[in-house]
């Protein structure tokens, strides 16, 4: 029997496992991938050090010369890239989900996977639960080491909608890089793919700095840009500012992608062969 015939059965009994057993395999599979991580502790390598590179990188070269452009120095800098850090961190870290869940294809984990009597979604859902859990856990750093360079949280209940709103919108990517994981042959090829996808979006954005001196076309650009407008919303819930409008487009972002991409992600995995 070949491998697409052999998915068939099982893809069709998936719609027969009632809700509670979605969520049991999917508690279960979180589990498996959490002991997976305090087995390989190097796994988190990236979610400690990204945010504390990237925070000193920016802050103590650029922060000087961008803060005067400001009008607050480096002070002001650091009050303003760090909400931007937040939002770039929900979309670096994404990435991780779609390399590791080819290197699970090309170990032939998720083969056996498949074979289990399982629900297919499940095997997504907790990827992106744990992947989840690293983004927040490398917020947390990046929160920390923003308050040793002299960050102030102004409004802690907005520090924790920021948080949120990443969460919603990492959470939305994150079923574009399984797409990926799924359709290219290795973590190589996926990687290079979410450089190419992460590259203008984090740079031709507002995360670093403001976009008003950008060429007109670029910052046609940033206006579409989700990164510009979850970095803008977590600024103006983290600093102070308008919120509003980033909010309610961040989120019309994050449910589009989603919509098409989740279901798109779940039946490329169901039918792989």
Do not use: C
């Not at 998936?14 to 087995?39: E, K, M, S």
């Not at 290795?186 to 990687?191: C, D, K, T």
């Not at 980033?246 to 798109?264: K, M, Q, R």
């Amino acid at each position: 029997m070949s491998a697409a015939t052999a998915t068939a059965p099982h893809a069709a009994a998936d719609g027969r496992i009632p809700l509670r057993g979605h969520l049991r395999h999917t508690g279960a599979l979180i589990r498996r991938n959490l002991l997976w991580i305090r087995q390989d502790p190097e796994s988190m390598f990236d979610a400690i050090l990204m945010p504390v590179v990237f925070t000193l990188l920016f802050v103590y070269v650029f922060g000087g010369s961008i803060g005067q452009a400001l009008g607050g120095g480096q002070d002001g800098y650091v009050q303003y890239v760090i909400p931007g850090m937040i939002a770039m961190m929900s979309m670096t870290l994404s990435q991780g989900v779609g390399t590791g869940f080819s290197q699970d294809f090309n170990s032939g984990v998720m083969d056996r996977f498949r074979s289990l009597p399982i629900g297919r979604g499940s095997v997504l859902f907790a990827k992106i639960s744990v992947e989840l859990v690293r983004m927040l856990f490398a917020t947390a750093v990046l929160m920390i080491v923003a308050v040793l360079v002299g960050f102030h949280i102004n409004h802690w209940a907005g520090l924790f909608a920021a948080v949120g709103l990443s969460a919603v919108f990492a959470s939305s990517i994150m079923w574009v890089f399984l797409t990926l994981g799924v359709i290219l042959k290795n973590a190589q090829s996926v990687q290079a793919m979410g450089f190419l996808v992460l590259f203008p979006l984090q740079f031709g954005s507002s995360i670093f700095a403001p976009t008003n001196s950008m060429p007109g076309w670029l910052q046609a650009f940033t206006d579409y840009n989700p990164l510009s407008t979850l970095a803008d919303a977590a600024r103006g819930l983290m600093v102070g500012g308008p919120v509003a409008h980033d909010l309610w487009v961040t989120l019309g972002w994050s449910v589009a992608i989603t919509a098409v991409a989740a279901p798109y992600a779940i039946h490329k995995f169901r039918t792989k062969s």
